[in-house]
Each structure stands twice: as structure tokens, then as C-alpha cells.
């Protein structure tokens, strides 16, 4: 037996023996239980978990699914997938055995989530659909790859939601002039504004940078780090994607105003931030700012589509404007087609040429 009760507060504990994965033998002891089939249900968990059972909880699993994905995910993009599995698929399917899960039951399950409500008291969007789903068949996918699942049930029974079409918002150069012009009341947020506008970061690569990305002989600024606010405490991580992290090249006048941002500072160190603000604060300012200047309210990350849609007027290919703005040429390609001269005439006429010196 290795479920025992503890006589002196009346609660239930587990002493159970397994072997890790190197092969040792270890002990575990778990404590705190109300009842004794509650510490046996957690022993038999346990012993499935160990055991790499499909026969465990979808609960359980998870907790398998955490070891082994978090130690490779950026901290904030593990908590966005923890939220998910912890509001919206644990609370139906945790205590399902997840080689029992049927691809009704995500069905059913997706019909539940489909009636779900955000804060504002409107219905989840396709985009967020889509989202959660997504992490359901990426569990159902981890089971299937490293613990031998049979068959992933998300799958068979198909997604939910849809990618929406949001129409690109950005500011001509013109627009960003006057929002500039604003903003100069407060130098700090002014040269923050400048760095997005004119180089094309992200706002999180923006907060992250610091005196010792500058090379102001050669004209450049480093992007290898990004900044989150995670849990209450400033985070830098990792850039967004290997692209992310890049080598761009400033103009002069740019050079010449982060070189005034510095002086701003009684004492700035080489690896302190320069932007030591938060997104809210910046987001304030996109407000304040807008409406002083007159000009439509962009979202923050549209100011990286104005930098873009810039190159694009200035006559920048899409491979040369990827590799500034950290992105593969394709995904330019696609995202800002609409914004590329069309070549269409142009090549017509090549082509009629072409057919007609054959004639001659």
C-alpha cells in the first residue's frame, strides 16, 4: 500500500517509488489530500504519467506536454498557450482519458467554445477559434509523436474559426511628420517614435535596446533582444524569430538624434535601457499624439507597416526590405502586395516586343 493517512491533520498522503529516465530508482511523496481515493486517483496519474499511458487524463498529459515544450518556447509564448489550456480546454476535456477523446467530443467541444463570450460580452473571434484549436491539435500532435497516441481526434473532427482579413493600417511619411511634430513637447517619446517610424522595429525590440547596440561611427543599430513585461517584472528576451535578429543601417539625422536622446540621461550605462518605459505609456502617447496632430489612430505595430509601405513608394524589392525589417522576402510579398507598383503593363509591352523583334 502507498496511500497513508496522516493522523494528526486528518489528511491523506502518497509515498510512491518509480524509476526516471535514466533508469534509477526515486521516491515521490505528495500530501495534502482531503480523501483517500483523491490520493489514489493522483497515484494512478502518476503512475500513467510515468508509465507514458495514453490511458492518463487529458489533465495529466499536459503536465507531461509542459516538461517536455516549455524549456524551447520564449516565456511569453508559453504563458499564452498555458492560458488557453488552462481556460479553455482543461475545464471540458481534463478529465477525459485522452485515448478516449473522440473527434465528437471536440466537436462538442468546439460548439461549447463557440458560444463563449469575451470581456466586452461579444463572441470569441475566428481568429481566437482558430488559436485554440490549434493548441488542442498541438497536444493531440505531441502525443502522437513522442508517446505513441494512435490518432489525433482535433484532426479528424476539423478546425474552427478562420484567419480574419484585417484591412493594413499605416501613416504616409506625410501623416507620420505631423505626428512627429507633436510629440516633440516630449523629447523621450519623440526619439521613440523616430526609432519605430525610421527603422521599422517592433515595439518589444524598441524597449529593449540599449546604448551597446549603437555604432554610431558605421551608422548602425543591433536588434538581437526583445523586451516583455511578464508576470509584473520587466523580461528581455530573445528576438521574435532567427530573422529578427539583424544589423540595420540608420540615416545621419537619426544617428545624430539618438546621440542627443543619450544626453537626456544623467548617467546611462552601456547595457542600460534607453526607453525605460512600458508599451501602455507608448500606446498613451500614440493617443495623445494623433489627436494633437489631426491624424487617424494607428495601432503601435502599423508604425513597422508605415516603415515598409515607405521602402515600397522609395522603390525597395521585397528581399531588401525583409532583411531589414526581419522578415523572410515571401512573407513581404504576400502582406504587402497591394502596395507593390504593378509590373503587369510593363512586362506586356516586354513581352510584345520580344515577339515582335523575332518578326523583323
Keep these: 500500500m502507498s496511500v497513508y493517512k496522516n493522523e494528526k491533520n486528518n489528511t491523506w498522503y502518497v509515498m510512491v517509488r518509480y524509476n526516471d529516465w535514466k533508469g534509477e530508482r526515486k521516491q515521490k511523496c505528495q500530501r495534502g489530500f482531503s480523501t483517500k ?8 496519474q502518476f503512475q500513467l504519467q510515468k508509465n507514458a499511458d495514453m490511458n492518463m487524463t487529458l489533465e495529466s498529459f499536459c503536465k507531461l506536454y509542459e516538461k517536455d515544450v516549455r524549456p524551447r518556447l520564449k516565456e511569453n509564448t508559453w504563458l499564452t498557450k498555458e492560458s488557453i489550456i488552462q481556460s479553455k480546454i482543461l475545464p471540458y476535456l481534463g478529465q477525459r482519458r485522452l485515448s478516449e477523446i473522440t473527434a465528437k467530443d471536440v466537436i462538442d467541444w468546439q460548439n461549447e467554445m463557440r ?8 463572441e470569441v473571434s475566428p481568429t481566437y477559434l482558430k488559436t485554440i484549436h490549434a493548441q488542442l491539435s498541438s497536444i493531440f500532435n505531441h502525443a502522437i509523436r513522442y508517446y505513441d497516441l494512435t490518432i489525433n481526434p482535433a484532426r479528424k473532427a476539423g478546425t474552427m474559426g478562420m484567419e480574419e482579413s484585417k484591412e493594413m493600417l499605416f501613416w504616409t511619411k506625410e501623416e507620420y511628420l505631423k505626428f512627429a511634430d507633436v510629440m516633440m513637447d516630449k523629447p523621450l517619446s519623440f526619439y ?15 524597449l529593449a535596446l540599449t546604448p551597446a547596440d549603437f555604432d554610431f561611427k558605421n551608422r548602425t543599430v543591433t536588434i538581437n533582444k526583445s523586451y516583455q513585461r511578464l508576470k509584473g517584472k520587466d523580461v528581455v528576451t530573445v528576438p521574435k524569430t532567427k530573422k529578427s535578429n539583424r544589423v540595420i543601417k540608420i540615416p545621419q539625422f537619426l544617428a545624430d538624434e539618438m546621440q542627443d536622446c543619450f544626453k537626456l540621461f544623467y548617467s546611462l550605462r552601456a547595457n542600460d535601457r534607453i526607453f525605460p518605459v512600458t508599451k501602455h505609456y507608448l500606446h498613451h502617447e500614440m493617443d495623445r499624439g494623433s489627436k494633437a496632430a489631426g491624424v487617424k489612430r494607428i495601432p503601435i505595430h502599423s508604425i513597422r507597416h508605415s516603415h515598409v509601405s515607405l521602402l515600397i513608394d522609395m522603390g525597395f524589392t521585397a528581399l531588401a526590405i525583409g ?7 515571401e512573407k513581404i510579398t504576400y502582406r504587402y502586395a497591394h502596395l507593390f507598383p504593378s509590373r503587369q503593363t510593363e512586362m506586356a509591352d516586354r513581352l510584345d516586343f520580344e515577339r515582335i523583334s523575332d518578326d523583323i
Design 37 to 44: 481515493q483523491e490520493a489514489q486517483n493522483w497515484e494512478r
Design 323 to 329: 532583411d531589414r525589417v526581419g522578415h523572410e522576402s
Design 192 to 206: 521613440a517614435f523616430e526609432m519605430l517610424y525610421w527603422c521599422g522595429i517592433r515595439e518589444g525590440e524598441l
Design 115 to 122: 458560444k463563449q463570450k469575451g470581456k466586452t460580452g461579444k
